[in-house]
């Protein structure tokens, strides 16, 4: 006789739900507070969101970097501020210092040569591929051509520093992590804490150790102005140029992943990284690729950072609140999901920049707001808003 099994309705938690609308309802009526008592006007609060919209599609972009990482391999890479620190001072070093004189432009060529192969080793599938090696040596007497006779503009400089920082991305997986795919989670997660420290020291000795100012010679820094409801809202154009870049990024990965034999491999790999080996996957080959997509990001985000608030302070503390941020914001949208990094960066970008305009004397205190939502998250959802529970079933 066979048993018929009863399947239980899924019951659906509403904390979270209940607490997100009422934290949307308390800040709506305070919009509407301020408004009525003609404290602010409504440009103030659309100037306020639009710094939130930068802000936010920032620590996405770094974010995306943790969550690909942690989704292939479950690491938490703690040293992903600092290569987000690395793109940001290869870009001010190939726009302010260029051109270069012949070694030196031969050395950055060379790594960034690298890079350009490996970024068509994502589509080709080799590095050995005839395209890959001919692209790898035409990019290599141009870019060198180019560092050592001409003075390079920001974008210019943003595309060769994240080709750069992608093959420090590589690196830092080769020689730090790749030795220890089979040692316990705990001594990744120690290791990805020193390589955190190298990186700052490291950057004290090659980079600077004063702040930096980044200025480089761009239209997109000037200030934005715009009439609404009979008053006007002033910002940059940065508010443009941000979220463009982010969401072209995003848009890219996100084919890339879904649409990509390398993405189906990472996709195989993060469900189930033996038998995605089993079945044929370089599953080496696959996390490489998740580093150098990372750091890619990372160092995009670094340029915009650095462009958005015209400097750039030392290295050895310049990734490291934004890198934990980006953290709080991967883990609270759902660490391991691509939507997720981008919810929980914007998430943290209106928390950092809008709630501050609701309720005067929090603004000092606006750093502890993302680790704050980190830990209310944790407690309702510790998988976070759009993330998978990943408990293990017995």
């Known amino acids: 006789m066979v048993r018929s099994q009863v399947v239980k309705p899924r019951r659906v938690n509403v904390t979270?739900?209940?607490?997100?609308?009422?934290?949307?309802?308390?800040?709506?009526?305070r919009v509407v507070y301020l408004l009525s008592t003609g404290t602010y006007e409504l440009a103030f609060f659309a100037g306020a969101l639009l710094s939130a919209l930068q802000l936010g599609s920032l620590y996405a972009l770094i974010a995306l970097g943790y969550t690909l990482v942690y989704g292939i391999i479950r690491l938490i890479n703690?040293?992903?501020?600092?290569?987000?620190?690395?793109?940001?001072?290869?870009?001010?070093?190939?726009?302010?210092?260029?051109?270069?004189?012949?070694?030196?432009?031969?050395?950055?060529?060379?790594?960034?040569?690298?890079?350009?192969?490996?970024?068509?080793?994502?589509?080709?599938?080799?590095?050995?591929?005839?395209?890959?090696?001919?692209?790898?040596?035409?990019?290599?007497?141009?870019?060198?051509?180019?560092l050592s006779v001409a003075s390079l503009g920001w974008i210019w400089a943003m595309v060769l520093s994240m080709l750069v920082t992608?093959?420090?991305?590589?690196?830092?997986?080769?020689?730090?992590?790749?030795?220890?795919?089979?040692?316990?989670?705990?001594?990744?997660?120690?290791?990805?804490?020193?390589?955190?420290?190298?990186?700052?020291n490291a950057g004290l000795l090659l980079f600077t150790r004063n702040q930096t100012p980044f200025r480089p010679e761009t239209s997109w820094t000037q200030f934005l102005q715009f009439p609404l409801a009979g008053s006007t809202v002033y910002t940059s154009r940065m508010v443009v140029l941000i979220p463009l870049v982010t969401l072209l990024l995003v848009t890219i990965l996100t084919l890339f992943v879904s649409r990509t034999r390398?993405?189906?491999?990472?996709?195989?790999?993060?469900?189930?990284?033996?038998?995605?080996?089993?079945?044929?996957?370089?599953?080496?080959?696959?996390?490489?690729?998740?580093?150098?997509?990372?750091?890619?990001?990372?160092?995009a985000a670094g340029v915009l950072w650095g462009l958005n608030f015209g400097s750039l302070t030392q290295p050895a503390v310049f990734g490291l609140l934004p890198?934990?941020?980006?953290?709080?914001?991967?883990?609270?949208?759902?660490?391991?999901?691509?939507?997720?990094?981008?919810?929980?960066?914007?998430?943290?970008?209106?928390?950092?920049?809008?709630?501050?305009?609701?309720?005067?004397?929090?603004?000092?205190?606006?750093?502890?707001?993302?680790?704050?939502?980190?830990?209310?998250?944790l407690l309702i959802r510790p998988s976070g808003i759009i993330g998978e529970d990943l408990s293990e079933k017995v």
């Open 262 to 299: 390398l993405g189906k491999a990472m996709r195989a790999t993060a469900q189930d990284p033996e038998v995605a080996q089993m079945m044929g996957v370089n599953v080496d080959r696959v996390i490489a690729t998740t580093f150098f997509l990372g750091s890619v990001l990372a160092a």
């Open 323 to 377: 890198g934990l941020k980006a953290f709080a914001a991967a883990v609270i949208g759902g660490i391991g999901s691509l939507p997720g990094a981008v919810i929980g960066g914007l998430l943290l970008g209106f928390l950092e920049n809008f709630v501050p305009a609701l309720f005067s004397g929090v603004t000092e205190y606006k750093d502890t707001f993302a680790f704050f939502l980190l830990i209310i998250i």
């Open 166 to 200: 992608g093959v420090v991305g590589i690196l830092l997986d080769r020689i730090a992590y790749r030795p220890l795919r089979g040692a316990p989670r705990i001594s990744l997660l120690i290791t990805a804490i020193a390589m955190s420290f190298f990186m700052q």
């Open 16 to 29: 979270p739900w209940v607490i997100l609308f009422g934290v949307v309802a308390l800040i709506a009526a």
């Open 78 to 146: 703690f040293a992903h501020g600092e290569v987000f620190m690395v793109g940001a001072f290869a870009s001010y070093f190939l726009f302010a210092n260029t051109p270069y004189a012949l070694p030196w432009a031969v050395f950055t060529a060379g790594i960034a040569s690298a890079g350009l192969m490996y970024a068509l080793n994502l589509w080709r599938g080799k590095l050995s591929d005839p395209v890959v090696l001919v692209g790898g040596v035409v990019g290599f007497a141009g870019i060198t051509y180019a």
